[in-house]
């Protein structure tokens, strides 16, 4: 059995955030796929991307790829593989069957013939294999992540439509934001850019507080993993090289926010104050404003904020580079310049468009 190819699923149009963080693990031999990113699997590199990835969904293995034209061919190959070694039967596991362009389309018969194929493997939440059958080929893929990545653990309490840590984490990214300059999120809810921008600042591995699937798996290196693990902790950062400041004008928000950069261990780290941001006066001269606006489509108030966001990345913000969350007909107002940048992503099943200044010369983008 060939286990050499993992993947990093990452949401759409982030794969290229992904593909250099991989390299900056160390990992070379990556490309960009549909969905993601591959990369040569090894348990080091499985390990080292699960607990360090800030752009990612999930890490899936890929346990197998075979010719799948009938359900008796399925069966077979199915059957040629070594379960026990991927699966603590005691534990069970969760099936995903998916099916494209396959005469095999039912995928309660297929999840079925999968379980007896595999010596009678029974629903558990000791591992989640996904089956996609498309064409006439089946890949077989095993996850190793269990929470999708973007859980970190520290944001048990969330505010009105709050960002995922990953998209939060892969903005500033792409807006250049690496730590060195100071950065600002005027209306910050859960805090979510604060804290995953004290986790950049801090180089400190976004994975170190929760635990993943892999560790259940039946063949884990708990050693190995310690050794990642300090690995990890050996790279970061006593404190972050400059400020991060997070407010919002709700007193709910900012006692969310402080609860979330608790829970990430960068409370120390973040000043979180309650304030209109039209009273805001900027902390140094220069820094990253980044926002994630309530924008109309699920909070009120959208055309305000916006107004006032405008307003204040004129003046008193005049010197700060920005990087502003919008939907499509806000998003025009935002680009900053002709070198401006231009994400488009999907939040909680919105389009949106975050419109970032060109990063500093020398900042890792
Ligand atoms: C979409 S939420 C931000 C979510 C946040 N990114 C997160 O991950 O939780 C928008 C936030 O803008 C805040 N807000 C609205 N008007 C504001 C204003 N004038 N000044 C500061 N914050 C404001 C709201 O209280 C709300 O928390």
Same mark, same amino acid.
């Given at each position: 059995m060939d286990l050499s190819e993992g993947f990093l699923a990452t949401p759409p149009n982030f794969a290229p955030l992904a593909l250099k963080e991989l390299s900056g693990l160390g990992i070379a031999e990556a490309s960009p796929t549909a969905g993601g990113i591959t990369f040569r699997a090894s348990k080091e590199t499985v390990y080292r991307v699960n607990l360090n990835s800030r752009v990612g969904t999930r890490v899936l293995l890929r346990v197998a790829r075979f010719p799948a034209r009938s359900f008796k061919e399925l069966e077979k190959n199915l059957k040629a593989l070594p379960w026990r070694e991927l699966v603590d039967f005691r534990a069970g596991a969760a099936f995903s069957v998916s099916c494209s362009k396959t005469k095999l389309y039912h995928t309660g018969?297929?999840?079925?013939?999968?379980?007896? %194929?595999?010596? &009678?493997?029974?629903?558990?939440?000791?591992?989640?294999?996904? $089956?996609?059958? /498309?064409?006439?080929?089946? =890949? +077989?893929?095993?996850?190793?992540?269990?929470?999708?990545?973007?859980?970190?653990?520290?944001?048990?309490?969330?505010?009105?439509?709050?960002?995922?840590?990953?998209?939060?984490?892969?903005?500033?990214?792409?807006?250049?934001?690496?730590?060195?300059?100071?950065?600002?999120?005027?209306?910050?809810?859960?805090?979510?850019? %604060?804290?995953? &921008?004290?986790?950049?600042?801090?180089?400190?591995?976004?994975? $170190?507080?929760? /635990?993943?699937?892999?560790? =259940? +798996?039946?063949?884990?290196?708990?050693?190995?993993?310690?050794?990642?693990?300090?690995?990890?902790?050996?790279?970061?950062?006593?404190?972050?090289?400059?400020?991060i400041f997070a407010s919002d004008i709700d007193p709910e928000a900012v006692g969310l926010a402080v609860s979330s950069a608790r829970g990430a261990k960068v409370a120390d780290f973040v000043a979180v104050a309650a304030c209109d941001m039209d009273e805001l006066e900027p902390p140094t001269p220069t820094g990253l404003l980044v926002a994630n606006p309530p924008y109309g489509i699920r909070l009120g108030k959208s055309g305000e904020v916006y107004g006032k966001l405008l307003k204040i990345l004129r003046e008193p913000f005049g010197g700060w580079r920005s990087g502003i969350i919008a939907p499509r007909g806000k998003a025009g107002a935002f680009r900053m310049g002709k070198n401006s940048l231009e994400l488009r992503f999907l939040n909680g099943g919105t389009e949106l468009y975050f419109e970032a200044s060109p990063p500093l010369k020398g900042a890792i983008s």
């Open positions: 018969k297929i999840e079925e013939i999968s379980r007896l %194929a595999a010596g &009678g493997l029974e629903e558990g939440a000791g591992a989640t294999l996904f $089956l996609r059958i /498309s064409g006439d080929e089946a =890949t +077989l893929s095993l996850d190793t992540s269990g929470e999708l990545l973007h859980r970190r653990g520290y944001r048990t309490l969330t505010g009105a439509a709050p960002i995922r840590e990953n998209l939060a984490a892969g903005l500033l990214l792409f807006a250049g934001y690496d730590g060195s300059e100071p950065l600002l999120d005027p209306c910050c809810g859960s805090g979510t850019f %604060a804290v995953e &921008g004290a986790l950049i600042a801090l180089k400190r591995a976004p994975g $170190l507080f929760r /635990s993943f699937a892999l560790e =259940t +798996l039946p063949d884990f290196d708990g050693e190995l993993w310690e050794k990642e693990r300090q690995r990890a902790m050996s790279l970061e950062r006593k404190s972050p090289q400059a400020p």
